[in-house]
């Protein structure tokens, strides 16, 4: 993959317009002085996951019919393709197969594994129960992979083909016209230390500015996040809602060891409140993927959603499993769409577009979304291929026909079919009512109803947290190795490192305004009415609550402290915090987690 010294040799003109090492060393930077390379594209994609680079190919293979070569960027945050690209996962194929119809004849195509069997079963403390399986999680013809691997492989063919892929490169924010129609994307600064003065490896950012942006960031992106609420994209879907899916992979025992063999668990650890699941699933060379799933949605603060994997392994069915001559090897997590049909937004904006988990398009009963987010990434390759068609058009590219394209798609009708069955367990039903209409919808009824439940009190996860006093705090078992261990061991197998000296890209933020009292008033809320939430849910230990009464942003002699340098880039806390005055951004590109085989 290519990295900032390639992309300077690859752009004749990208001389950084910089003062001296010795002139610029530790002044504030002021990004309305700072002079930026600009390149003109094409399209500029940001995010290299399966989303971004079936976009990214699609476009590529269009160009014949154009007539003419198309320059297709792909901005990515990680270090390398697929080193932030994390999920469980079982591949439906049908996108691929549209995308790539040879793919199977390739050597080193990484779908080696496919899924022999689909099992569910639900969990009390001590037994498992087999229970009835939804048709909609049917595993016959799908493959179990590393989702990182199929992404490095997916952008291998990108590069082949002419993409430019450019790892290391975040999207940071968004460039724009005069007239406020998005004009393309600017990259992080490189090179500022945690005061946001510039080191002598100082670089600022450029600009790709694009006639068509296409953004593909994965579930609640900066970016996206910006442009739903400047294009007012959600005003008539609802608010996205979210899980937390936290994994391991383990090399198991061999008499452990059943390839291609899938198990979805529903019930212990989690209580008949909380909206959640595990799962199992076999993959190639003696490895086995564990993970669990659970709502954001939840209301007690007193939940550690790390810690109810933990004791998740302990259960009789996963400690036979885990037994014998069995390691773990990796870990990490990730946040995933779980609103559905009803909480797509608007797909276009002027001058581009959402697709992928930037939009949402995950089917919760499959518990799969690559297959439609890599089909929403070709229905947007075609529409801007058709918008960058029409050489006489002025302002800005129309992509309008996705969206049209994508609701006459299948993507549309894989999603319409289980629309209800997340939704249902908000509804007065409750949780095991609906676990009862899912099974119903799921099994007869096949979302063939007149009827579509919808979020109309539009509350979000961080809304549905509810104050501490009205639970208990949850007695949670010291780790026991090797089945559980503490967090900070867990963090080691994700790789994740950030430069020390830079800038914090997890910031007490509202409304725009960064200050004292703001931080004050965030320590005072969340320890006193929430219990100090942040501290518990966050799967990576980034933030604690420490006691100090000499803290000018602290309250009742506590503050808060962000290790930012253990950030897996999940963006629960942006999602969870009651007080919804966490903002995620991206740190300097490189960093973040460095995932390989989960």
């Known amino acids: 993959m290519l990295t900032r010294t390639v992309l300077r040799s690859r752009i004749p003109n990208l001389n950084r317009l910089l003062h001296s090492s010795s002139r610029i060393s530790r002044q504030l930077f002021d990004p309305s002085t700072v002079e930026r390379v600009s390149e003109d594209v094409d399209v500029c994609i940001v995010g290299a996951g399966p989303a971004g680079l079936s976009t990214a190919i699609r476009l590529k293979q269009l160009e014949q019919k154009l007539g003419k070569e198309l320059r297709v960027v792909v901005l990515e945050k990680g270090a390398e393709v697929g080193s932030h690209t994390l999920s469980g996962a079982v591949i439906e194929p049908r996108a691929l197969d549209e995308l790539l119809p040879d793919w199977a004849l390739r050597d080193d195509h990484p779908l080696t594994q496919s899924a022999t069997s689909s099992r569910m079963r639900f969990l009390t403390k001590s037994l498992s129960i087999p229970i009835p399986h939804p048709p909609q999680m049917s595993n016959h013809g799908n493959y179990i992979v590393s989702l990182s691997r199929f992404t490095a492989w997916l952008g291998n063919i990108a590069e082949e083909i002419g993409v430019e892929v450019y790892p290391g490169f975040a999207g940071a924010g968004v460039v724009y016209t005069d007239d406020g129609s998005v004009a393309g994307i600017r990259t992080n600064e490189v090179g500022l230390d945690r005061l946001g003065c510039m080191k002598e490896s100082f ?343 420490v006691e100090d009464e000499t803290a000018a942003d602290g309250w009742n002699g506590h503050k808060l402290v962000i290790n930012s340098q253990n950030c897996i880039h999940c963006k629960l806390c942006d999602i969870k915090v009651p007080t919804q005055d966490i903002t995620w951004t991206v740190p300097e590109g490189g960093g973040g987690p460095k995932y390989t085989i989960v």
């Open 203 to 545: 670089e600022p950012g450029m600009e790709f500015r694009a006639r068509v942006t296409l953004i593909a960031e994965g579930a609640h992106g900066s970016i996206a996040k910006e442009l739903i609420q400047k294009f007012d994209l959600r005003r008539n879907s609802d608010p996205q809602t979210y899980g937390i899916g936290l994994k391991e992979v383990w090399r198991v025992d061999p008499t452990q060891y059943r390839p291609g063999e899938v198990v979805h668990t529903m019930g212990w650890p989690l209580d008949f409140r909380t909206y959640g699941g595990g799962w199992v699933y076999h993959m190639a060379d003696g490895l086995v993927s564990i993970g669990l799933v659970i709502g954001l949605d939840y209301a007690n603060p007193y939940l550690s959603p790390y810690k109810e994997f933990q004791r998740m392994k302990h259960h009789p069915y996963f400690a036979e499993l885990l037994s014998g001559n069995s390691t773990r090897i990796a870990y990490g997590g990730r946040s995933l769409n779980e609103g559905g049909l009803q909480s797509v937004p608007q797909l276009y904006f002027p001058g581009g577009a959402l697709v992928g988990c930037s939009a949402g398009f995950v089917n919760v009963a499959k518990i799969k979304g690559t297959h439609n987010a890599m089909k929403s990434g070709m229905l947007a390759a075609e529409a801007a291929a058709a918008a960058l068609s029409q050489e006489s058009s002025s302002g800005p590219a129309d992509m309008s026909q996705y969206e049209t394209a994508l609701k006459n798609s299948w993507v549309w009708s894989d999603l319409n079919e289980v629309r209800n069955l997340r939704e249902s367990f908000h509804t007065p039903l409750g949780i095991w009512g609906g676990i009862m209409y899912s099974g119903v919808d799921s099994l007869l009824l096949k979302g063939r109803t007149p009827w579509t439940f919808r979020n109309r009190a539009r509350l979000t996860d961080a809304q549905r947290t509810q104050p501490a006093y009205r639970f208990r705090p949850i007695n949670y078992p010291p780790s026991q190795p090797p089945l559980s261990t503490d967090l900070l061991t867990s963090l080691t197998l994700t790789g994740t490192n950030h430069a020390e000296d830079q800038p914090v890209h997890l910031r007490v933020r509202k409304d725009g305004n960064e200050n004292t009292a703001l931080r004050k008033l965030h320590v005072q809320r969340n320890l006193s009415e929430y219990a100090g939430l942040l501290q518990r849910a966050c799967p990576a230990g980034v933030y604690e609550y």
